[in-house]
Each structure stands twice: as C-alpha cells, then as structure tokens.
C-alpha cells in the first residue's frame, strides 16, 4: 500500500441514492462522504444492505435499474459525475474506471470466449490492437495465477470454474490499466489458497500502477490486508472511518465493534449413530468425468441424518462436482450413490419425483439461480406446489411460513423480484426454496460465502435449528473453514477431484495434518495488516506479484 497520499482522484460529497418501492422513491444511502487520492485502496465494509455496493456503483456515476442518484457530488478527477453527459461518463467505465463483481457466472456472457469480452475494452478504447490485447491478457492470466493461462482464455464461461472466472474477470478489469478499481467481493468465490494468491496480484496491480481501489467486502480480515482506510456503512449511513491500523485495534463505534468479533457460533460436534444406521446419503467409489476429462477419482463419504458433513477444497477440487454427481446432474461413470441405503439411478431423468424430492440444493451464486423475472412467492412456491401439492391458500401459507424461516418479513418480500434484494437476502430465498421441498438431505454450496458476518451466523445457527427440528442431513461444501469450524461434524478435504483426508473435524483440526489440509489451515486470513506479506515471505515469495508463480 502507498505510504503517502498522492493527488485526489475521488471525491464523494453528500452522496444521496434513492431506490423505487411500492410505488415511491425511498432514500438508501443517506449522506455519504467519500475522498481518495491515486494509489489509494479504501476498504468498504457493512452487512448486507449496507449500501456498499451501491456507493461503489456511484462512484462510477452509475446507478443499478430502480435507483437514482438523488443528490450530492460525485468528483472524478476534476470531472462532475452527476452533471456531465451520460456518453462522457460510458467512455470513463472501463477505460479510467473499471469495476470487478462479485458473481463472475452472472457478468461474463456465455455466449462468448473469455479472452473476447477481456479484449473488448482495450480495443474498443484503442489502447491495444486485438493481438497485443490477447498476448496481454494472457500476461495477466499468469499472473493472477490462471491454469493453462496461453489457453484457458478461449474457453466459454462455463467452461471453468467459478474461482477461475473470478480471477479471469479481475484480469478484464485491469486490461486497460484503469485510475480507480471497484472491487466487489472479489475473492468471495475463491478458496483460501487461492485466494492468497489474487489479493497479492490485485495488491502488486495497485502498486505497480499507482491505481486507487475501493474494497468492497464483508470479510475484515481481507479488508486488513488491502485497504489503507476503512469506512464502515450501516443501512446506507456512514458509521465511522479511520485508517486501517486504528480501524482495527480501536474502533470507536459499537457497530464496528460488534463486525470485528469474533465468530461466536460453535455447536457441539456429533458422533455417528451407532448400530446398524443407515446414512442418508452414501457415495461409493464415485468417478466421474467431463467428456474426455476426468473430475472424480474413487470418492467416497457418508453423511447420517442429523449430522453435517463439510466437503473442503480449492477451486476445481471437485467439491461441487461431487454434489452434481448425487443430485444426478452428472451421471457417475462408476461407483455409486445410495440415499437410505437405496441405490439411485446416476440421471435425475430416471428417478421418481420422491427421489429427487428427498435431495435438494442451495447452489453458490444465488445471482445466478433465482430467476430475476419470477416473483419471491412463485420462486419459493414452485417446489411446494410441484412436490406437496400445495395450492391457493395452503400454498400461500407455507411460502409466509419459509420467509419467516429466513428472517424475511412476508409483507415486504413476497411480492418481490430478486433484482430488488442483496445478495444475501437472494440467497436467503435460495435456501428457502430448497426447503420448500421438505427435504430430508440439502446440499449447501457455499451458502454464506456471499453474507457478512452478522448475517452468516444468523444463517448457521437457522440451518442448525432447522437440522435439530427436521433431522435433516448436510453436505456443506465451502472454503471458509470458520464455517467448518462452526457448523460441520466431520470434515472431507478434497484435491484435484481426490479425497486426501477424512475424518470427525475436531480429530482434522488437530495435527499432524495431512500437507495439504496443514496448507488449507495456513491459508485462512487474520486480522492483521501485515499477515498477507508474512505468509508470503514464509512461502519464499520475496516480490508481491511472485505469488502468481509459486
């Protein structure tokens, strides 16, 4: 980070964004303050709905579809965001201002390669010709640590995974060497080791390039290791500001005290039945495979009713391929899948409504799974309709009951569209739906991974209860081993499609550990500015952006 302040690039003043609901136009953010000079990171932070993507987008002059920037002054530069024209502000973004999202699967366009949309804007701007923009991009692919980075550019967003297009759009971003970066949870899909490795190639970007940031997240200890100062948002109102440093040993506010706690959620670790139980759910010597390439290589776990199996790993370790595999999404091409000791048919073409009723899923990008056009109602209402059979007032009823469930009051969201929610209100209704099926195993993929740290534990402890009231199975698939530590009863540690380690979590976080767990473990962020730079010199890394090679 830059030791001094350089020349003043932004500044906010009295930032006024209204949203339209119910038929009116009500205030969201109320007043915001907001300066920073050239090479300059700022940390936003708040729980969900604080507003921080909104300022983010603001920033940029822009505003999402149903809201407005309502008043105050928005200064790029010497330029007046909120005055010029609308053609003099498209030709900043992406150019001078470029922004990084939080759902990589939600902002790429499916229909076109990687390396294409990564080139539009540098030869749109005529800063590069195609050629020089491709060989560029796939400099930055390197160094963010991109596998196959002369090739995976030319692949369609699906065709990687979701930390990889994370990284990828992080490297659109920085194609045209832009003044200011928004980023947005960048390294919310990412694991942990992974994810060292972006933080130190966008900090090693800023650096290099003298670029100011504005770090969206609600992950403290990353915000530690990136920004200069913090500035904490509450329901669209500023809390406090300082810099990092006393932001993190003194905080003034109670609010910001309450973010800088610690995780308090721990529940008390479960054994196996005993006897002759029957898991609900048994993988056996699972393969599988995508075309020609093998994913999955002999895996397999149980997980008993009641209990939570956490499955951990790197991006493309093979966690949410496994969870394809037994929701039938990808047939195995051995092994198999038991549910209650039954064994399932490999397609979900060829299992009964009853089987498919019993295994549902919360998926990660809840941006991505909720249909933005379907009402929260008919989104949560389907399954109880096609599974239960519920109809008119039954259904009605039932849908109010899952909101409540979800801590979302049925008067305000049931009418509601996805567009109109946070990100973690989304996945708020994700987990909703896939009750709504009355489930008696749910697959949870990442399903905090997009919360704060209020919220989040407000959803661990509500999938505890949920599991004690129902005796309802989990596989929790996530890298945030926190989350392992809080909610999971045994622990399988997964690498390139390979289970490496397995066991009851309080024996896995013990060690000795196997190298790669002790490497996962190593990996996890604290609240502490120089943690990043310690680690990296502890792996040998003596420059920032070495971390892309090692």
């Known amino acids: ?58 920033a940029m002059g822009f505003a999402r579809d149903g809201c407005r920037i309502s008043g105050g002054s928005i200064e790029f530069d010497g330029m007046e965001l909120t005055t010029t024209s609308e053609s ?13 999202a939080q759902s990589a699967a939600a902002s790429f366009n499916p229909a076109h390669k990687i390396i294409d949309q ?20 796939m400099e930055l692919y390197e160094r963010l640590r991109l596998p196959n980075p002369q090739e995976i550019g030319f692949r369609y967003p699906h065709q990687v995974s979701g930390g990889q297009l994370q990284r990828a759009m992080t490297a659109m971003a920085m194609a045209c060497r832009p003044d200011l970066i928004i980023f947005d949870e960048p390294t919310t899909a990412l694991d942990v080791t992974t994810q060292i490795e972006v933080l130190a190639a966008i900090r090693d970007i800023v650096e290099q390039f003298n670029t100011a940031a504005i770090y969206i997240t609600h992950d403290l200890a990353v915000v530690a290791q990136m920004a200069d100062t913090i500035k904490v948002l509450l329901k669209g109102n500023e809390v406090e500001e300082a810099d990092t440093e006393t932001m993190l040993k003194s905080p003034k506010e109670d609010y910001t005290k309450s973010l800088w706690a610690v995780r308090s959620f721990k529940r ?11 898991p609900v759910v048994s993988v056996e010597n699972v393969d599988a495979a995508y075309g020609d390439t093998k994913v999955l290589s002999n895996v397999s776990f149980d997980v008993y009713a009641g209990m ?93 009951e899952l909101l409540d469930l979800i801590e979302l009051e049925p008067s305000k969201y049931y009418n509601r569209y996805p567009p109109e929610l946070s990100g973690g209100q989304k996945q708020r209704i994700g987990i909703a739906r896939a009750l709504a099926a009355d489930p008696t195993f749910i697959i949870c993929d990442e399903v ?25 199975a989990y596989m929790f698939i996530t890298h945030d081993l926190a989350t392992v530590r809080s909610i999971a009863d045994e622990v399988v540690v997964m690498k390139q499609g390979e289970v490496v380690e397995a066991g009851p979590k309080n024996e ?32 040998g890394v003596d420059n920032i952006g070495e971390a892309a090679t090692v």
Request: glycine fraction near 8%.
């Open 1 to 58: 980070m830059a030791d001094e302040k350089k020349d003043l690039l932004l500044k906010i003043r009295d930032l006024r964004i209204e949203g339209y609901s119910d038929e009116k136009w009500l205030e969201i953010v109320h007043g915001v303050d907001l300066t920073l000079h050239k090479g300059e990171v700022m940390g936003l932070i708040g729980e969900s709905g604080a507003g921080k993507s909104t300022i983010g987008l603001a």
């Open 88 to 100: 003099d502000r498209r030709a900043l973004r992406g150019s001078r201002i470029a922004y990084v």
């Open 118 to 137: 990564h080139t539009e804007a540098p030869i749109h701007y005529r800063i590069r010709k195609r050629l020089e923009a491709q060989e560029d991009a």
């Open 268 to 278: 008390p670790q479960k054994s196996r039945p005993g006897g002759d139980a029957v």
């Open 308 to 400: 939570t199996v956490a499955v951990v790993g790197e991006s493309g370790s093979g966690k949410s391929t496994t969870a394809r595999c037994i929701t039938g999404l990808l047939p195995p091409t051995s092994g198999k899948i038991l549910m209650n000791g039954v064994d399932m048919p490999p397609s979900y073409k060829d299992r009964t409504k009853e089987e498919l009723r019993k295994a549902q899923m919360i998926y990660q990008m809840a941006d991505t799974a909720l249909n933005p056009k379907v009402r929260i109602c008919d989104i949560i209402g389907r399954p109880a309709q096609f599974y239960m059979g519920l109809r008119g007032a039954a259904l009605k009823s039932r849908v109010d």
């Open 448 to 472: 905090t991974s997009a919360l704060d740290q209020l919220v989040a534990e407000g959803i661990l402890k509500l999938l505890d209860r949920l599991q004690k009231e129902l005796n309802l």
């Open 508 to 539: 896995m976080f013990t060690p000795p550990h196997h190298p790669y767990t002790d490497l996962l473990l190593s990996s996890v962020p604290e609240m502490d500015p120089n943690w990043l730079t310690t680690v990296l010199e502890e792996r």
